[in-house]
């Protein structure tokens, strides 16, 4: 999926309503904490399960505790998680994209036969296997996404070298003496970099989708920390009682984050990449 | 005699993100039964754009103006298209017109003929002030093809009273069809006995046996006539034929004019576009020279080629092995950036300050060679 | 047809050895004592020479290639090893529930396929309008929702709200034996979520693919033919916007099963899923690394299907091979 997303025009939502969903959950993320500080381990047994309500927007969960508020703390460490895995996954496909780039020839097959052969791994199950090798935690579940999720990456980088290697201001830089590593960092970097932000731009929301799958199968981080797959996997037993909202309002909020991020990334895509289709066939 | 196809004040452009591109303007031109009317130009100047508005094929971009009314080729019983405007749309209950049955003889199982017919209905490029039912059919069961929209098109225009010899056969070929199968499903759409493949195929100059072959292991002066082939398969009463030599060799080249030549003797009409204007002085009844989007002459052949009237005709003649051999110097102007005055001014050699205003007339030129009565 | 078939193996064999390669690696690094595993609550009782005594009937001090071509060996006979955290054989496990994760698979991507065809090619042929414009905010929004979130939406709605749907297991509790109809009635919601969340990825490129060809030269020569409309659409133009359809379905094929794993979860469903995530917890290494072995031998297999398929729709790969 994360390959696809690199490649495919898509339609997003308007940009301004993206900017303001994004600017209010990283607003809401760094505020939050410094105003309400979250005890992580406080119940309340007189408030269980409440419906939301103007005092609990997204009502409370089986032991008493605000799903909002606690939604809020999870997208926290998500996005945390996403982002710190997101680049995690952009420096390991840099890197292999950029050997292969650069160095084609037999490095270049070898190293596009060992993406091939990861992207025909399931990654779920990938990701599984690793955390579940490493035992559950942090670490684990970044150096899951990391490993999953560079193929992109190094896709995008190796074709933009390629790409760049034919063009006539490399030859030019060449003949004019450059040396590799002033080519590498005055000529080919500055043109790769943007590409590679952008491809971590949109891993983001492909990171925290991970993550929170994890987390909800128990995979993820430690089940007494607020994050928004733990809270989800909580809210099942309330859910199956009639209590939706403790597994629906953290699934909202990360479907709404991660559309906003997608959304903004997109609409960069377009401007790093304008590719103006004219209809026409004189 | 009377008319078969008149245009005018044809006008298409294309709205691009920041350009306009005038593609065809103010173009007139009729062509007669039997009339073989060569449209010539250089490439680009918009001879395949109007072959495409008069089909309805042109982008949704698209901005089609003015008029091309489709005369029947023998006014005798209403055509099928004004039987079918009284119809309620997307009616499939009511029984068909017997025009209608041709299409409806492949299975049509009651979801799939009304999922059809809701398709057809949507067009792409619908022009406005088109109502429900046959907006634009005008007496005498003329059509104007610009306001019909796309439901009188496709039932009734493309392929039965208008057929194409599209450019580029090597794109226009659908790849995972061998030529039988597509000459054939062709030859039954239009009630035809799809048994008449090979007949068909000889006729365009193709051996029947490379009608199994796939259009990718065709050469391509096999798929140009493949595609000829498909054009002819229907028997239309005008057929446009859009560079229908381009990749062929000389004696095929001749070979395909004498076929629509033979047309027109036989009293169908062809409007021949092309490049080539050795082609066109070898088979055309009337001329018309198109530059910058316009025509700037249109005129018969045997005069044009003999005492061409605008400088651009006599540029393009000079231009020709068997004349002098001179290519003209420059290059057309740019379709998104038209001059206000005669488009040719900038590489004519007769050019004098008269020439900032557009001229007018059947040789649209301030400085004629010769004299053309209107 | 040979040619591709070889040309698959010669790609699958090197994947399926290295991944078996990558995973035996990742299997030793990790912490776990498989010997403590294997007597699970006993090992607090156990001896240190009965520890031990397990430790070299399993060859756990052996070198680590050793370990892996024996690992390997027993593999290629048949035998999948011992499931430290159901306590029976991995071959037992995976047979009795594997069928169950093809079903929910096999027929989601039925579902994904036919339903994504249909919507994409009508939106591609009404291009902006409100079917099309409908179809892509849908898809848009869709692909955001984590696949597990959407499955507690479905069961929220459809199954304790409306009350229409059981909310998980296979078979209703009462029941006694697997009966047909009650077994449909139990997949239709997890089905429908696995579906829609796998379909705005098949929806968009049909779309997208079908909405370009529509502008192609041999979709406006069949046009200007007179052909009839549902002829160009479904005879010129998605024939041709299939070809790289088909290939992709199956690279598409790993991001279905994780949802699956997901949604199997979510419905209580006896599939694989459920037990790779209970092996996981588990850190039962032989299980876990079976099925993902396992599943990527049949998604392997699954492109091998799709080339021939391709090979058999696009005549220049069938002939020129």
């Known amino acids: 999926m994360a390959d696809l997303a690199l490649s495919r025009p898509r339609i997003r939502p308007g940009t301004p309503v993206a900017a303001l969903v994004l600017g209010a959950a990283v607003g809401a993320v760094l505020l939050v904490p410094l105003l309400l500080p979250l005890d992580q381990s406080a119940v309340a047994l007189d408030r269980t399960t409440l419906p939301p309500s103007p005092a609990h927007p997204g009502g409370t969960d089986d032991l008493g505790r605000d799903v909002l508020h606690r939604s809020i703390y999870g997208l926290r460490v998500s996005l945390l998680v996403g982002v710190v895995a997101a680049v995690a996954a952009a420096l390991v496909g840099g890197l292999i994209g950029g050997l292969a780039g650069l160095l084609g020839g037999w490095v270049d097959r070898i190293l596009m036969r060992v993406i091939d052969t990861i992207s025909a791994l399931p990654h779920l199950l990938l990701g599984i296997f690793i955390v579940a090798m490493l035992r559950p935690g942090l670490g684990a579940v970044i150096l899951s996404i990391g490993l999953t999720h560079w193929l992109s990456t190094a896709r995008i980088v190796r074709s933009e070298l390629l790409s760049l290697r034919t063009r006539p201001f490399i030859d030019a830089a060449i003949a004019g003496g450059a040396g590799r590593t002033r080519i590498l960092t005055r000529h080919l970097l500055p043109h790769v970099l943007p590409k590679i932000a952008l491809a971590v731009t949109l891993m983001i929301p492909h990171a925290v989708w991970h993550e929170t799958s994890l987390s909800f199968l128990g995979l993820g981080l430690p089940p007494h920390l607020a994050s928004l797959g733990n809270m989800i996997n909580d809210g099942q037993r309330s859910l199956l009682a009639g209590a939706w909202w403790s597994s629906i309002v953290p699934g909202a909020v990360i479907v709404a984050v991660t559309l906003a991020i997608a959304a903004l990334a997109g609409r960069w895509r377009d401007h790093l990449d304008p590719r103006v289709r004219a209809e026409l066939n004189l | ?374 | 047809m040979i040619k591709v078939i070889g040309r698959r193996l010669a790609f699958a064999l090197p994947v399926l050895l290295a991944t078996s390669i990558g995973m035996f690696l990742l299997g030793a690094a990790s912490p776990m004592d498989p010997a403590k595993q294997y007597a699970g609550a006993a090992v607090f009782t156990m001896s240190e020479e009965n520890l031990a005594q397990i430790r070299a009937n399993w060859g756990v001090d052996d070198p680590l290639y050793v370990q892996y071509l024996r690992w390997l060996g027993n593999l290629l006979h048949g035998d999948l090893g011992w499931s430290t955290s159901r306590h029976e054989m991995v071959g037992d496990v995976i047979a009795a529930r594997a069928g169950w994760t093809l079903l929910l698979i096999g027929i989601t991507l039925g579902v994904v396929l036919i339903g994504s065809l249909v919507l994409g090619t009508l939106a591609a042929y009404r291009r902006g309008g409100l079917l099309d414009r409908g179809v892509r905010v849908a898809a848009y929004a869709v692909q955001s929702m984590p696949s597990f979130w959407l499955a507690l939406a479905a069961i929220a709605v459809f199954a304790i709200g409306l009350g229409w749907f059981p909310a998980g297991g296979l078979t209703d509790v009462r029941s006694t034996g697997v009966d047909v109809a009650d077994v449909a009635h139990h997949l239709v919601l997890p089905v429908a979520v696995l579906a829609i969340s796998q379909a705005p990825w098949f929806l968009l490129f049909v779309r997208d693919s079908v909405a370009e060809s529509l502008r192609e030269d041999h979709v406006l020569a069949a046009r200007a033919r007179g052909l009839a409309g549902r002829t160009v659409l479904f005879g010129h133009a998605l024939r041709t916007a299939l070809l790289p359809f088909l290939t992709l379905v199956g690279t598409h094929l790993p991001e279905l099963v994780g949802g699956s794993v997901l949604v199997e979860t979510v419905f209580s469903l006896p599939g694989l899923g459920a037990v790779s995530v209970h092996a996981a917890l588990g850190s039962d290494f032989p299980l876990l690394a079976a099925i993902t072995l396992i599943t990527t031998a049949v998604v392997l297999a699954a492109n091998l299907l799709t080339d021939l398929a391709y090979t058999a729709a696009d005549p220049r790969v069938r002939i020129d091979g």
């Open chain 2, 1 to 374: 005699m009377k008319n078969l196809l008149v245009i005018e004040g044809l006008g298409v452009r294309f709205r691009l993100r920041d350009a306009t591109v005038h593609a065809v303007s103010d173009l007139d031109l009729t062509v007669r039964p039997g009339e073989l009317l060569a449209v010539v130009g250089e490439s680009g100047c918009g001879k395949s754009v109007l072959a495409h508005a008069l089909l309805g094929l042109l982008p949704a971009n698209a901005l089609v103006t003015g008029r091309a009314l489709l005369h029947p080729a023998r006014p005798a019983a209403p055509g099928p298209s004004t039987q079918r405007r009284t119809l309620p749309r997307w009616s499939s209950v009511l029984p068909r017109p017997a025009g209608d049955r041709a299409e409806s003889r492949r299975g049509s199982s009651g979801w799939s003929s009304r999922l059809s017919r809701r398709l057809r209905d949507s067009a792409e490029h619908q022009p406005e002030g088109t109502g429900a039912g046959g907006g634009g059919v005008g007496s005498g069961g003329a059509v104007d093809l610009l306001a019909c929209g796309e439901k009188v098109l496709a039932r009734s225009v493309r392929g039965r009273r208008i057929g194409l010899i599209p450019q580029s056969p090597a794109t226009a070929l659908t790849v995972v069809r061998t030529g039988r199968r597509l000459l054939a499903e062709t030859l039954t759409a239009h009630g035809r006995d799809p048994g008449l493949a090979a007949q068909v195929a000889i006729e365009a100059g193709l051996d029947p046996a490379d009608l199994e072959r796939y259009p990718f292991e065709l050469s391509g002066g096999m798929a140009q006539r493949l595609a000829t082939a498909l054009a002819l398969a229907t028997d239309p009463p005008l057929l446009i034929a859009d560079e229908p030599t381009s990749g062929l060799d000389r004696p095929l080249v001749d070979h395909t004019l004498d076929l629509l030549r033979r047309r027109c003797d036989a009293g169908a009409a062809v409007l021949l576009i092309t490049h080539d204007l050795a082609a066109a002085e070898r088979v055309a009844d009337t001329v018309a020279v198109m530059y910058a989007s316009r025509i700037v002459e249109h005129r018969p052949a045997a005069d044009l080629f003999r005492s061409p009237a605008h400088p651009y005709t006599q540029a393009l003649l000079n231009a020709l092995p068997d004349r002098d051999f001179t290519p003209l110097p420059g290059h057309p102007p740019m379709l998104t950036a038209l001059p206000p005055g005669c488009a040719f001014a900038a590489r004519c050699p007769r050019v004098s300050e008269t020439c900032a205003t557009r001229p007018s007339g059947p040789v649209a030129c301030h400085h004629p060679l010769v004299e053309v009565p209107a």
